[in-house]
């Protein structure tokens, strides 16, 4: 009994399984007929690349890559690359799917695309993992490219990474090509505004949703789970925009003050001591009973399956705003629907980031770099731009949020292949 429901959580938590779910419902609602379900389903290109590298030790080891194009109906592939040990074709297959539906409810003019090597960055050196990098690109070079396939970072992977694959790319074309991969250091062709977008994003889109409620940002008390790249950026934005960020919870524990926490203070804590425990400026909380407080917004933006059939029902917070990739399982989904929690699903809520990277192969395309105030201004157009359309299909078509994000997804999709036709 406890083995068969222990499985049916593990099903529950399955990402793949629960995006399928997602993907059904919706093309359930838009009517989709089976060849397009089909078609929408079907990654158009798969790579397996082998990559064989002289490691320090003068020992030959061969690595296993992926590139998953997942597709290019709408624009050339686009989604990170991730160096773990325990890469699969499925996982690879799986979030090139998800950079589809992203990057078409954003509409930016990208299909979806993702990467990865199964490797464990932490017991290779640096040199090993440019030599890696370097070879990897080599093998996929005739599938990526500014018109093709645009990498960027991912788990493991970072500035330099992508600094490689660009000169790499670079000298087999006997020309600097910064276009072939976003996520760049800025003085290499990145975008100002990077680091900040996929928090900036965040708080975008959970103002517009405070705006439905006709809540004032001052009146906002937000609980935020993970303090990283999104979740960091995300408080600081906030607090700045006034919102009140009364708790943050990290692996380690949670902080809490009902009059808001100084971000500032509680980042230079969190540098000086290692966490975000015994801060000055609140006092110490149960990680989970941070997670249940009430609040107008919950961000979780640490990881996945964090709200579960287990505990969905303790959330009371009026918005939750997904910082995170599948923070929450398809069951949860039906549970805080029933709650009337107003969800900004995922795929809407952490577009920013793609959409900043969007925007910097637009720059480096142009050879003209922007200004930060005109990435944040474009970033805001098209934040509010998806937010209002998920808006619309979830009003006009009475479905949750989440069905709405999939359906704008899947109608953009299906659109771009049927005007174009089916080659044959
Ligand atoms: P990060 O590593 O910078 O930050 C994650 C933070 O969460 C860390 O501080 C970590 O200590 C904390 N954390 C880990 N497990 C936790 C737990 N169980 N409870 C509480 N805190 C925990 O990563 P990130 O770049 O901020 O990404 C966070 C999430 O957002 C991921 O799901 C990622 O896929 C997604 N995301 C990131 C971006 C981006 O631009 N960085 C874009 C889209 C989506």
């Not at 699903?345 to 720059?363: K, M, R």
């Amino acid at each position: 009994m406890v083995a068969e429901a222990s499985k049916e959580f593990e099903r529950e938590c399955n990402p793949w399984l629960a995006a399928e779910a997602r993907f059904n419902r919706a093309a359930e609602k838009l009517g989709l007929d089976d060849g397009m379900r089909k078609v929408l389903k079907t990654p158009a290109r798969e790579l397996t690349v082998s990559i064989p590298i002289v490691l320090d030790d003068g020992r030959l080891e061969v690595f296993t890559g992926y590139r998953v194009q997942h597709s290019i109906a709408r624009g050339p592939g686009k989604g990170g690359i991730r160096y773990a040990p325990d890469v699969t074709i499925d996982e690879v297959r799986a979030l090139a799917s998800w950079m589809t539906w992203k990057c078409a409810v954003a509409n930016i003019p990208y299909g979806g695309a993702k990467g990865g090597v199964i490797c464990d960055p932490t017991i290779l050196s640096q040199g090993e993992l440019e030599r890696i990098t370097r070879r990897y690109t080599a093998a996929i070079i005739d599938f990526i490219g500014p018109e093709v396939d645009v990498p960027a970072p991912d788990m493991n992977t970072n500035e330099q990474t992508m600094a490689w694959i660009m000169d790499t790319y670079s000298m087999h074309k006997g020309q600097t090509v910064t276009a072939v991969v976003t996520g760049k250091p800025v003085n290499l062709g990145g975008s100002r505004g990077r680091t900040e977008a996929t928090g900036r994003g965040c708080m975008i889109v959970a103002l517009q949703a405070l705006k439905r409620f006709g809540i004032a940002p001052q009146e906002a008390r937000v609980v935020i789970q993970g303090f990283g790249n999104v979740g960091g950026m995300a408080a600081q934005l906030m607090e700045k925009a006034g919102f009140r960020i009364v708790a943050i919870v990290e692996y380690d524990g949670a902080v809490y003050n009902a009059m808001g926490l100084d971000i500032s203070a509680l980042a230079k804590h969190r540098k000086e001591t290692g966490s975000i425990v015994d801060f000055a400026g609140g006092e110490n909380m149960d990680r989970e009973e941070a997670m249940f407080l009430p609040c107008e917004i919950l961000l979780p933006a640490a990881r996945e399956n964090v709200i579960t059939s287990h505990n969905a029902h303790k959330i009371r917070a009026k918005i939750l705003c997904e910082g995170a990739n599948g923070p929450t399982t398809a069951l949860a989904d039906e549970m805080l629907a029933d709650n009337k929690v107003f969800v900004i699903p995922d795929i809407l809520a952490n577009g920013g980031g793609v959409t900043v990277s969007y925007f910097e192969w637009v720059q480096d395309r142009q050879g003209y770099f922007w200004n930060e105030e005109m990435v944040n201004q474009r970033l805001e157009e098209i934040m509010v731009n998806s937010f209002n359309d998920v808006a619309a299909y979830s009003d006009s078509h009475k479905v949750d949020n989440r069905t709405a994000a999939y359906m704008v997804a899947l109608d953009r999709v299906a659109f771009a292949i049927r005007l174009r036709g089916i080659y044959a």
